[in-house]
């Protein structure tokens, strides 16, 4: 039956825009209509005085905990979608951030990320410890969803968020919608969670979606330079040094990338994401070891290609994660894979996953019926790896460096290569190009006030962010006090930089360097020994204001260094084990007291 036109007093529409208006409400499910109600209120709501809207806002508050930038890269982007459907957000760090504000918060969005053997970022570590404490309020009156971020190559995968989702609803927290575990690869199922958590809050608030502060570097390189994650710069390599001398154990690189027409732009303290390809010889081994075709057409993001091709440039093909073993041994069949993950068999599988790659799972357990999609289906796509970047844009225009060391070494009887390490020292020629985008570091930052002492402890390649320190504060003229502690195996073949050291020493750029070459004798000596040594000095140091900088392997420098740190400072500060934590935890807060650990 056709609709009655209702009086004008009824409805300011016309009786075509009424007709359409009916038409497309009866092609609409219940969800989608609330949707649309939503999206139109806050459309005229826009209209309304911004005073108005501030007084009556369902504020959505999105917090960042990251040891990179990738969790404020997704913040930003939640915060865009959400301006879209018209509601308000604000971006907040979790170091910032006012732990007892918790109780008061409406709507909270959790985006985190877990580092190393399962721990917080730093700059979420207070927000962390507070949650679980006796001091956490209750949360009744909150509603929440968590995004977690991690790599499957870890044991305790998306920790730290899976902790957040836990905790606050043990808090009485309401949930959302289900947390999301996001892999390396993450964009995908970082979006989808996006989307409907954005669907449930349009249809609980109406409110105006307002501007938060991103940083000037992020802003303005988003705004000028059309590269990202999504959609990297085609780099040239312009140099290509070696910096070990003959004889050493190791092969560490200095790479200087063109970035000239990109647009691109970063600061000290931020890194670089290559998008590596896999090497082909490794290619064609995993292909005749399955008996497969190199030629057979496989589907990777929708797109008909070859077998060949996708494993060459898209898929992960050397770590073997715990999803990739668990989804091969459902197509497998094997009854010794699928007891590898019986609860009482936790050690073994941790012990089998150590250390192989995906050819020996292959090897040891073959699958004669396993055909190239399932195959493909089974691994997570090539993830990109980051760069301490180690120069400064002021000093070397249109150019990045990096130090990279080349992973290769012995495993389970095959010789393995690091994938992107070995595809720039190997697989680079004058006509490739390098895939790239900058990873912003907030966290990991020099200190606007350019007479501010620094120190910075950076062993083997984690010297990569102070060449650029030092780089930007001769640049900037910074009169700021520098001194580097720096570490590696031997003084003759591994001192990464040396002349340039040197002629900051004798300019006075660099006011003090001291050294550690853990192999030159019998009792090998490490960069936190120097800092015992020196540790009246570097005391001093940081009572006279010093921001204290830490770059390199997260699993032993660092602790070790911090547990120094934690030593000295309680040692010359003449405090017991308790005041020195508030006092290192105070440098954190201060952000006096930064890492760039991996």
Known sequence: MRDTFPEQTQTPLDEERYRLFRQLSSLLTSE??????????????????????????DEITILVGSQTGNCEELAEQVHDLAAERGLRTVIKDMGDYKAPQLKTEKYLLVIVSTYGEGDPPDNARDLYDFLFSKRAPSLKHTQFAVLALGDTSYEFFCKTGADFDQRLEELGATRLFERADCDVDYETA?????TSVLNVLSQRTLSVSEETGLTPATANTAALSPYSRKNPFSAVLLDDIVLNGRGSNKETHHYELSLEGSGLSYEPGDALGIYPRNAPELVEELLEIMHFNGDDAVSSDGKARSLYEVLLYDYEITTLTRPMLQKYAALNGN?????????????????YLYGRE?????????CADLNPQDFIDSLRKLPPRLYSIASSLKQHPDEVHLTVATVRYQSHGRRRHGVCSTFLADRIGSETTIPVYVDHNKNFKLPSDPSAPIVMIGPGTGIAPFRAFVEEREAVGANGKNWLFFGDQHFMTDFLYQSEWLRYLKSGLLTRM????????????????RMQEHSRDLYAWLQEGAYLYVCGDEKHMAR??????????????????????????????????????Y
């Not at 209509?33 to 809207?53: E, I």
């Open 190 to 194: 970082a979006e989808d969670w996006m």
């Open 358 to 366: 995906i050819i020996d799972l292959i090897t040891d357990f073959p």
């Open 514 to 529: 001291n050294v550690a070459f853990s192999r030159d004798q019998a009792e090998k000596v490490y960069v936190q020994q």
């Open 335 to 351: 009854p010794k894979l699928e007891g590898l993950f019986d609860e009482a068999h936790k050690q073994d599988l941790a012990d």
């Open 560 to 597: 070790d260094v911090h547990e120094t740190l934690l030593g000295l400072v309680e040692r010359e500060g003449g405090m017991n084990r308790d005041a020195a934590e508030h006092y290192v935890k105070t440098l954190q807060k201060e952000k006096r007291y930064q890492r760039d650990i």
């Open 32 to 57: 989608q209509k609330a949707w649309v109600a939503g999206y139109l209120t806050a459309q005229l709501s826009s209209a309304v005085s911004t005073t108005a809207h501030e007084a009556t806002a």
